[in-house]
């Protein structure tokens, strides 16, 4: 399991529509935030794709149950907005920390079944 900040390639970015700038009153372009089942489906087919992925939900003060449902499908942490530095530094120190513990079972896993393949089996 690897962590990595990159940008996800274009088949997976296709996977929550994308819709036309909404306009406000002032003129300005605003981008539509996707729903929460197209949240949702991104988050289950990331996990279907990448069985090891750590998924972080980012969301409103107001939408806890957008989080809720996130962490249902798989989502490993979530935060709210507005984000804090030491906080979101915690959460994501978390999220190495279970990648650097799964990485050292599979490396012990790896150690005993090779070890195991030198023990005689006796009958």
């Known amino acids: 399991?690897?962590?990595?900040?990159?940008?996800?390639?274009?088949?997976?970015?296709?996977?929550?529509?994308?819709?036309?700038?909404?306009?406000?009153?002032?003129?300005?372009n605003h981008r539509r935030q996707p729903r929460t089942r197209e949240r949702s489906t991104l988050i289950t087919t990331l996990k279907e794709s990448f069985p090891d992925i750590l998924c972080v939900v980012i969301t409103g003060a107001g939408e806890?149950?957008?989080?809720?449902?996130?962490l249902r499908r798989g989502a490993f942490d979530y935060l709210l907005k507005p984000l804090h530095p030491l906080e979101t530094l915690s959460r994501l120190e978390k999220c190495f920390d279970k990648i650097a513990?799964?990485?050292?079972?599979?490396?012990?896993?790896?150690?005993?079944?090779?070890?195991?393949?030198?023990?005689?089996?006796?009958?």
């Open 64 to 70: 806890v149950e957008h989080a809720i449902e996130a």
């Open 101 to 123: 513990l799964q990485e050292r079972a599979e490396k012990a896993e790896a150690a005993n079944e090779a070890k195991s393949a030198f023990w005689p089996i006796s009958a």
């Open 1 to 28: 399991m690897r962590a990595a900040a990159t940008t996800l390639p274009s088949p997976t970015l296709s996977l929550v529509p994308k819709a036309p700038p909404k306009h406000s009153s002032s003129g300005r």
